[in-house]
């Protein structure tokens, strides 16, 4: 079945260092893909989507491309602030025949330090 | 933007009585809906999709009469935990899928479920 692969947490880094969290994914057909952001005690909230391949998604600073060779959906921002500390979730879509379903990953927690 | 109220945000309750978590789309009507558990350090469990008017789809292992879920308009989706048990205890997510259109699936803020 479908599934998503993310890099486990917890992480930590400086503020304004460089941030990379890797997602994989398997999929039977084509799906759309999604990094979500969940700060504390809140729901989640879409950080950015990309739905083919080659397609980069980006906000807020953060950007992850749509790689289809490498089944691959990396998050990336060049600079993180305090701010971005949270769990990220990447997600994947597929509809087939009008059932649809959308599979997270794992989460990575994130804690930004000044 | 599309919008998700879930209520309440935290509830205690005692074993063995029932609690119900709503969840509505505030400014746009949502064909679909979802119910997530979250388990602590883990991802998100799809519990069941609800279509408005029809009975909803469980995922495999979720118990049906335990979690009772009734989209009963295009705004409303409610969750039913019976007969709660500690082990109930959670955090539970809905999520709205728009009516057409592009992809859209917006998140509640999610319910806190302490069952004592």
């Known amino acids: 079945g479908d599934s998503v692969t993310q890099m486990e947490g917890p992480v930590t880094l400086s503020e304004e260092a460089f941030l990379t969290i890797n997602c994989t994914y398997t999929a039977t057909g084509y799906p759309s893909l999604f990094w979500y952001v969940q700060y504390p005690g809140e729901g989640l909230q879409l950080l950015l989507k990309a739905t083919k391949a080659d397609d980069k998604g980006s906000n807020k600073g953060f950007e992850a491309t749509y790689r289809k060779e490498t089944t691959s959906f990396h998050l990336e921002k060049g600079s993180v602030q305090v701010s971005d500390s949270a769990v990220y979730f990447c997600a994947s879509h597929i509809s087939n025949f009008g059932n649809e379903k959308l599979t997270f990953g794992t989460g990575t927690r994130l804690t930004i330090i000044p | 933007g599309a919008v998700v109220s879930q209520h309440p945000s935290r509830v205690i309750c005692k074993s063995g009585t029932s609690v119900k978590i709503e969840c509505r789309s505030l400014d746009f009507q949502a064909t679909t809906m979802f119910w997530y558990r979250q388990f602590p350090k883990k991802s998100l469990m799809l519990m069941a999709t609800s279509n408005e008017g029809s009975k909803a789809t469980y995922e495999q292992g979720v118990e049906k009469d335990k979690f009772l879920i009734n989209h009963a308009s295009l705004t409303l989706s409610t969750l039913t935990v019976t007969s709660a048990h500690p082990e109930d205890s959670s955090f539970y997510i809905c999520?709205?899928?728009?009516?057409?259109?592009?992809?859209?699936?917006?998140f509640g803020s999610g319910t806190r479920l302490t069952v004592v």
């Open positions: 999520s709205a899928r728009s009516l057409g259109g592009n992809y859209g699936y917006t």
